[in-house]
């Protein structure tokens, strides 16, 4: 195979025919608490900093209304920490980030995600906090390196904002940053952190969870003071197919059980 052909993968290449299930039937505000618990759980979340919202696909039953596509959106409260939220805790804001249910407030920096919710109808989930890998290559100022195949995950779909320029914290500046951002999936701020999007939790989670480890080993790499060896690019697009395809929601599901069998209070 040269330089120039694409292997294929993904679903078209092979398809299992039963995956482990989380095993229990959750409500949205359900499933928001145990992805917060998870990625707390495996590093991503630096205290009770970043946020993720939520604006499920098809009508509207946030609101009571049926005659509109679904605009609100799950959201974390202000002030609590990833580690300590159960599905009680879950807000729900509309499309300008009024609170409308919810025991309690949630930050002005929500902003940046309803912008991007509006203006990118894929992004379904949007996740954003500063785990520890990312943040020390978002300080560098540059995009990791590709240099494992979970790498592939993020071929041709990252993005660099090479300046930080304070808390997002206001509709018009989440708006700009939100146009330039553009199609790219996971968004490295400089200075500041990272952020995750994906048309289900399952794939937004997925792709939050893998970029720590590829930004720690990239950094690594980095430290040996020696170039690594290419992979493929042929061979990446396959890869990241089926990463996308075959590894998101399996990846979700085993997520979900092990934190469930942890604390079931998660639930309440």
Not at 183 to 199: T, Y
Request: aromatic share 8%; hydrophobic share 40%.
């Amino acid at each position: 195979m040269t330089t120039e052909e694409v292997r294929r993968g993904g679903l078209d290449v092979w398809s299992p025919s039963k995956t482990p299930p989380i095993g229990a039937d959750l409500r949205d505000e359900q499933l928001m608490a145990v992805a917060f618990r998870h990625l707390a759980d495996v590093g991503f979340a630096e205290n009770m900093a970043g946020h993720i919202t939520w604006q499920p696909d098809g009508q509207s039953q946030l609101n009571g209304r049926s005659d509109k596509p679904r605009s609100d959106m799950y959201v974390n409260p202000w002030g609590l920490w990833w580690q300590e939220l159960t599905a009680s805790d879950i807000c729900v804001v509309d499309e300008d980030a009024r609170v409308v249910r919810g025991r309690w407030d949630v930050t002005p920096a929500i902003h940046l995600h309803t912008e991007l919710h509006r203006i990118r109808p894929d992004a379904r989930v949007v996740i954003h906090n500063h785990p520890y890998y990312v943040t020390l290559v978002a300080a560098l100022g540059i995009l990791p390196e590709l240099v494992h195949q979970t790498g592939s995950l993020f071929l041709d779909d990252m993005y660099l904002v090479e300046t930080y320029d304070g808390e997002i914290d206001a509709p018009w500046r989440a708006s700009e940053l939100a146009q330039q951002i553009g199609s790219a999936n996971l968004i490295v701020l400089a200075n500041h952190g990272v952020i995750a999007a994906g048309r289900n939790l399952a794939e937004a989670l997925y792709r939050a969870v893998s970029i720590e480890r590829v930004c720690r080993l990239a950094y690594d790499v980095m430290l040996t003071g020696r170039t690594p060896s290419k992979m493929n690019r042929g061979d990446m697009v396959g890869m990241k197919q089926s990463l996308i395809e075959r590894a998101a929601d399996v990846y979700w599901a085993g997520a979900a059980r092990m934190t469930i069998k942890a604390d079931p209070d998660v639930l309440n």
